[in-house]
Nanobody, 120 residues
């Protein structure tokens, strides 16, 4: 069984910073792409940033230059460093991971989500 668990959300003032963490655990053979998504009230879930096992990254235009995604392949962890946050970044952030188990079946896993609120 595989689990993906996020942590690090909270309340931050505009212009502030926050780092989200996510770890995948369980019967894992390999973790491929890891990504962060977010969903604001009334909006669809959107991709914020993704990182391949090679380290190649992609970012949504709205966060380029402010957010940085990184990962540790040995620990199956991914982080999202968020700087210069603004109220429009308020959302539930979800960790997503593409994982192969020991049977080499590859599935997509989601964390439970962590709330990020940017407000003064």
């Amino acid at each position: 069984q595989v689990q993906v668990v996020e942590s690090g959300g909270g309340l931050v003032q505009p212009g502030g910073s926050l780092t989200l963490s996510c770890v995948a655990s369980g019967s894992i053979f390999s973790v491929h792409v890891m990504a962060w998504y977010r969903q604001a009230p009334g909006n669809q879930r959107e991709l914020v940033a993704s990182i391949a096992r090679s380290g190649d990254t992609k970012y949504a235009d709205s966060v380029k230059g402010r957010f940085t995604i990184s990962r540790d392949n040995n620990q199956n962890k991914v982080w999202l460093r968020m700087n210069n946050l603004n109220p429009e970044d308020t959302a539930v952030f979800y960790c997503n991971a593409e994982i192969s188990d020991y049977g080499l079946a590859t599935n997509e896993y989601w964390g439970q989500g962590t709330q990020v609120t940017v407000s003064s």
